[in-house]
Nanobody
Framework: QVQLVESGGGLVQPGGSLRLSCVAS????????MGWYRQAPGKQRERVAT???????NYADSVKGRFTISRDNAKDTMSLQMNSLKPEDTAVYYC?????????WGKGTLVTVTS
């Protein structure tokens, strides 16, 4: 059974940095896209960054130039480096893997940006 586990969330001041990690357990075949999403209180879940199997990356406009997604295909892990954090980045961050056969979600890790 595939499980995704996020880590690295926490409390940080505006302008600070955090690095989120996502580790997948179990065998995953046919990965198409790996990505990070977030959901702020009272808002819908939104896409933050994605990385395809052909190494194409895509970022939400709100995080371009500040966040960087990376992946290790051999280990089925991915990370999200978040710099210059803003209070509006506060949310629960989820990792997601989409395969040819379905998708998987982690349970999320909370990022709080506040002074």
């Amino acid at each position: 059974q595939v499980q995704l586990v996020e880590s690295g969330g926490g409390l940080v001041q505006p302008g600070g940095s955090l690095r989120l990690s996502c580790v997948a357990s179990g065998s995953i075949f046919g990965i198409r896209v790996m990505g990070w999403y977030r959901q702020a209180p009272g808002k819908q879940r939104e896409r933050v960054a994605t990385s395809t199997s052909t190494d194409n990356t895509n970022y939400a406009d709100s995080v371009k130039g500040r966040f960087t997604i990376s992946r290790d295909n051999a280990k089925d892990t991915m990370s999200l480096q978040m710099n210059s954090l803003k209070p509006e980045d506060t949310a629960v961050y989820y990792c997601n893997i989409e395969t040819l056969f379905g998708g998987y979600w982690g349970k999320g890790t909370l990022v709080t940006v506040t002074s």
